[in-house]
């Protein structure tokens, strides 16, 4: 089962996003919305041995879907079983009322000079040799007054094509996250993957200037190089599964906040062809959602994080679906964040550090990240940090 290629018209959106309830998945995609209820959950699998327990739960002759998150290091996941999920098309983007008159008290976590001690360390090691990035993560603790609604939140950060995610973590939590577009998707033999990495913020008071700083990330030479070996591993994981693999030149991609560098990487699978989650875990992790070596950035990822504090759960990891025959799609949650109750959201960000890296500079690839999702909140980025 494949989102409908010519969605329901947009009155059976809104009616979709209000039927939401705690424990429920809500996901909306470029073209499509969809409303999932569990049958059963899927937990405390690694992501080597989930793909072909996924295959085996899900039955070709039934509108099965399983969907979900993984936690970057693949030790473990959230993964719902459902047996009857609602589609519709995609939302537009509009303000979220409820979030306007919010007054959220914020704290950061660690503090900027916890992060930018972790920073320095990470590029001491970097100057050592033993690694060439790594990428870190921080946190901002909001809390507020009012009560906080999912498919609120999910209204105003949907549309614009972006993809969006609420998955239910257990309790009172749920995994919020918004992705401008998708790791990986496989429908039927055709496989599209998304290299990106760079950011710049975007000025939308001024469109020549927002234009411009577009231009100069497209023109970075640090930027570009960055972001050619991310294409190139892409490309290496998907062509063993691929008849043809088309990797074309990288362009700027806009968000409603940040100017990203991407490469749309579009192929035709091998027959029989491997399944989306079997892809996912094929490419994940991507070297600028972890660093490189892998192995060895992981490592230091995991001590610096855990002398900050910083728990990132499922920060980085996988999330999306697949259906019954295979087909499905997968982000990375990189704006993401969890809403535990209805008055406290935790939010994550990251940036990649190497050995030359401006403090400066990875204090503002932070904030940018975290901007997104402040934006949907209605606060003010550069007050949060």
Not at 240 to 260: D, K, S, Y
Request: hydrophobic share 40%.
């Amino acid at each position: 089962m494949s989102p409908p290629e010519t969605p329901p018209a947009y009155e059976h959106v809104v009616p979709l996003l209000s039927r939401y309830r705690p424990g429920d998945l809500l996901l909306t995609g470029t073209s499509y919305s969809l409303l999932a209820r569990s049958d059963r959950v899927l937990t405390g699998i690694p992501l080597d041995e989930l793909p072909a327990i996924v295959t085996n739960c899900l039955d070709a002759r039934s509108p099965a879907l399983a969907a979900g998150a993984i936690t970057i290091d693949g030790t473990h996941c959230r993964i719902t079983l459902c047996q009857d999920p609602k589609w519709a098309g995609p939302p537009p983007m509009h303000p979220c009322v409820r979030c306007e008159s919010f007054d959220w008290q914020v704290s950061a976590i660690p503090g900027q000079d916890g992060y930018l001690q972790a920073v320095q360390t990470a590029r001491d090691r970097i100057a050592g040799g033993d690694r060439d990035t790594v990428v870190l993560a921080c946190s901002l603790d909001l809390t507020g007054q009012r009560p906080l609604l999912v498919r609120d939140l999910l209204r105003h950060l949907g549309g614009g094509g972006m993809h969006t995610y609420a998955v239910p973590l257990g309790g009172e939590q749920v995994l919020l996250a918004d992705c401008p577009e998708l790791l990986v998707a496989k429908h039927g033999s055709t496989v599209t993957a998304t290299s990106r990495s760079g950011l710049a913020r975007r000025d939308l008071a001024d469109p020549a200037e927002d234009r411009a700083i577009a231009e100069r990330l497209l023109l970075s030479v640090e930027d570009r190089h960055e972001h050619q070996f991310l294409t190139d591993a892409v490309a290496a994981a998907l062509r063993p599964h691929c008849q043809r693999l088309h990797v074309p030149e990288p362009t700027v991609l806009a968000t409603p906040t940040v100017w990203h560098l991407s490469t749309p990487i579009s192929g035709r699978l091998t027959d029989p062809a491997p399944t989306s989650l079997e892809l996912a875990a094929t490419l994940h992790p991507t070297p600028a959602r972890c660093g490189t070596p892998t192995s060895q950035a992981a490592a230091l990822i995991t001590k610096l994080e855990a002398g900050m504090c910083v728990e990132r759960g499922f920060y980085a990891g996988l999330i999306g679906w697949q259906d019954a025959h295979g087909d499905g799609e997968w982000a990375i949650t990189l704006h993401g964040a969890v809403l535990d109750g209805q008055h406290h959201l935790r939010m994550y960000a990251g940036a990649s550090i190497a050995a030359a890296s401006d403090l400066d500079a990875v204090l503002t690839q932070t904030g940018d990240t975290f901007a997104a999702m402040l934006h949907a909140l209605h606060y003010e980025p550069d007050t949060a940090r």
